[in-house]
Nanobody, 125 residues
Framework: QVQLVESGGGLVQAGGSLTLACRAS?????????VAWFRQAPGKEREFVAG????????EYRDSVRGRFTISRDNAKNTLHLQMNNLKPEDTAVYYC?????????????????WGQGTQVTVSS
């Protein structure tokens, strides 16, 4: 069982930056989980943003954020981060962190067993 709590969302102008954090509470070793960020904009389906493997060497991004967003994890602190630079209005969404005890990063929503409550990111033009 994992409890995930996101923080760091807010309102920012286009071109600005935000850093999201996701703190995990678990009795298991946090490094046994693949963790990822998803987002859901109003009226749209939830979509994969970025994922990172257990030791941080396996990283994937959706094409629209590659080069602007950076995902990282600190296994000693049970924390996942998403550094978001050069934000665009189309990045506006609720951002969720997700975790699963799998080996490889996956973009499929159904592959993740644990989810946070989400944090709102709003980018104004």
């Amino acid at each position: 069982q994992v409890q995930l709590v996101e923080s760091g969302g807010g309102l920012v102008q286009a071109g600005g930056s935000l850093t999201l954090a996701c703190r995990a509470s678990t009795e298991r070793d946090y490094s046994t989980y693949v963790v990822a960020w998803f987002r859901q904009a109003p009226g749209k389906e939830r979509e994969f943003v970025a994922g990172i493997g257990r030791r941080g060497s396996d990283i994937e991004y959706r094409d629209s954020v590659r080069g602007r967003f950076t995902i990282s994890r600190d296994n000693a602190k049970n924390t996942l981060h998403l550094q978001m630079n050069n934000l665009k209005p189309e990045d506006t969404a609720v951002y969720y962190c997700a975790a699963d005890r799998r080996i490889f990063v996956t973009e499929r929503i159904g592959d993740y067993d644990y989810w946070g409550q989400g944090t709102q990111v709003t980018v104004s033009s």
